[in-house]
């Protein structure tokens, strides 16, 4: 599968950035070689995807959150985070003192299961979506596949890695991507072998990845501001999306595919409709955006930052609520699949499990539990 030689030139994308504000604007072609457009190599979206005017906020569940479980899952930084498919089990890495996986019960806050994952950080985590395998990327340039129900290991692919930061697998279950120091690296999950290795023009260091729900295009971000889009079965390079002015952090994918959200070193969430190449500032983070999670309802979204969890109306572009964190800097944040419940991992590492709820409720804390080995 070779890779077209296409040069992408960088357009600066501005728009005026206020406190608590967020912005429209259109950004310019996505490659100036001679492909099409990525809104023309995907299915038009329904529309309208982005209003020329925000819409009033409307009532949303999250608006009024409390705290189910507050949880010390790991005696440092939690830097990964994955709920399983099924919703049954909530994954989280932690750090080089405590370099452990714990499974979750979510609902009722419990540990299941703790894995004697890596020598060093566990900085990535995904389940496949038949909820049987889970892998793990770290620090130590290791790459674990595990069995989701007794926490065996499977496989351990070692010399053809550099430090993994993120992890992401098809939605056929089949191939599983990691985006790490050395590019990017494709893993066929049945045969637990490389598939084959890739650096990204101008990205060889890759913090993020995301494959759509369709299956169709793979998103990567990295240290040169820039988002990369591939066709992910054809392995076709489609351009690249310039726009933030820092390192990108975290790429999440709306469940229609239509819509990818980026955050970044620079402060700011971008909101990317790939179909007609519209896209939405969102401002209000006072530090490094590290993570972003879309709620199922496509139309929520949660970011977390050293300034606590902000959740926000992807439609609108309005701030919903923000979440003030007792802790310093919460690292990873994560949606369950059915939308019910909003996980938070943090530098201290503390797990916090959240509800999103209708009743004119304050924010509540749940019961401290103790992770322990």
């Given at each position: 599968m070779k890779i077209p030689n296409i040069v992408s030139k960088i357009f600066p994308v501005g728009c005026a950035v206020l406190?608590?504000?967020?912005?429209?604007?259109?950004?310019?072609?996505?490659?100036?070689?001679?492909i099409n457009t990525i809104a023309q190599k995907l299915p038009p979206p329904p529309n309208p995807e982005f209003p020329d005017v925000p819409l009033p906020n409307t009532e949303s569940t999250w608006?009024?959150?409390?705290?189910?479980?507050?949880?010390?899952?790991?005696?440092?930084?939690?830097?990964?985070?994955?709920?399983?498919?099924?919703?049954?089990?909530?994954?989280?890495?932690?750090?080089?003192?405590?370099?452990?996986?714990?499974?979750?019960?979510?609902?009722?806050?419990?540990?299941?299961?703790t894995i004697s994952a890596h020598s060093n950080r566990v900085l990535a985590l995904a389940i496949t979506p038949d909820n049987l395998t889970i892998a793990?990327?770290?620090?130590?340039?290791?790459?674990?596949?595990?069995?989701?129900?007794?926490?065996?290991?499977?496989?351990?692919?070692?010399?053809?890695?550099?430090?993994?930061?993120?992890?992401?697998?098809?939605?056929?279950?089949?191939?599983?991507v990691s985006g790490g120091l050395d590019g990017i690296k494709l893993i066929d999950?049945?045969?637990?072998?490389?598939?084959?290795?890739r650096v990204p023009l101008s990205q060889p260091i890759v913090?993020?990845?995301?494959?759509?729900?369709?299956?169709?295009?793979?998103?990567?971000?990295?240290?040169?501001?820039?988002?990369?889009?591939?066709?992910?079965?054809?392995?076709?390079?489609?351009?690249?999306?310039?726009?933030?002015?820092?390192?990108?952090?975290?790429?999440a994918f709306s469940p229609d595919s239509n819509i990818l959200v980026s955050s970044s070193y620079d402060?700011?969430?971008?909101?990317?409709?790939?179909?007609?190449?519209?896209?939405?500032?969102?401002?209000?983070?006072?530090?490094?955006?590290?993570?972003?999670?879309?709620?199922?309802?496509?139309?929520t979204l949660a970011s977390a930052?050293?300034?606590?969890?902000?959740?926000?109306?992807?439609?609108?572009?309005?701030?919903?609520?923000?979440?003030?964190?007792?802790?310093?800097w919460v690292q990873t944040v994560a949606f369950s699949p059915d939308g019910n419940f909003l996980a938070t991992g943090a530098f201290d590492g503390k797990l916090k499990i959240w509800e999103g709820i209708n009743q004119n409720f304050p924010v509540e804390v749940g019961q401290k539990k103790a992770g322990g080995n």
């Open positions: 406190a608590s504000l967020s912005c429209y604007t259109i950004f310019p072609n996505i490659s100036q070689a001679n608006q009024r959150v409390r705290l189910l479980h507050n949880i010390k899952a790991h005696w440092g930084p939690i830097y990964a985070l994955t709920f399983s498919p099924d919703g049954k089990y909530l994954a989280s890495g932690g750090t080089d003192i405590d370099t452990k996986i714990r499974l979750w019960n979510p609902i009722k806050g419990n540990k299941i299961r793990s990327g770290s620090e130590d340039a290791t790459l674990n596949i595990w069995s989701l129900k007794n926490g065996k290991l499977s496989r351990s692919l070692t010399h053809e890695f550099s430090n993994i930061l993120s992890l992401a697998i098809t939605p056929d279950g089949q191939t599983l999950l049945k045969t637990e072998r490389l598939l084959y290795n913090y993020a990845v995301a494959i759509s729900p369709n299956g169709q295009i793979l998103a990567t971000g990295g240290r040169d501001t820039t988002i990369q889009l591939w066709n992910i079965q054809t392995s076709q390079f489609l351009g690249s999306i310039p726009g933030h002015r820092g390192a990108i952090t975290s790429l402060h700011t969430i971008k909101v990317w409709n790939l179909a007609n190449r519209q896209s939405l500032t969102l401002v209000g983070h006072q530090n490094i955006v590290n993570s972003v999670s879309v709620h199922s309802d496509g139309r930052g050293r300034d606590g969890v902000r959740i926000w109306d992807l439609q609108s572009g309005q701030q919903i609520r923000s979440i003030m964190i007792d802790t310093d």
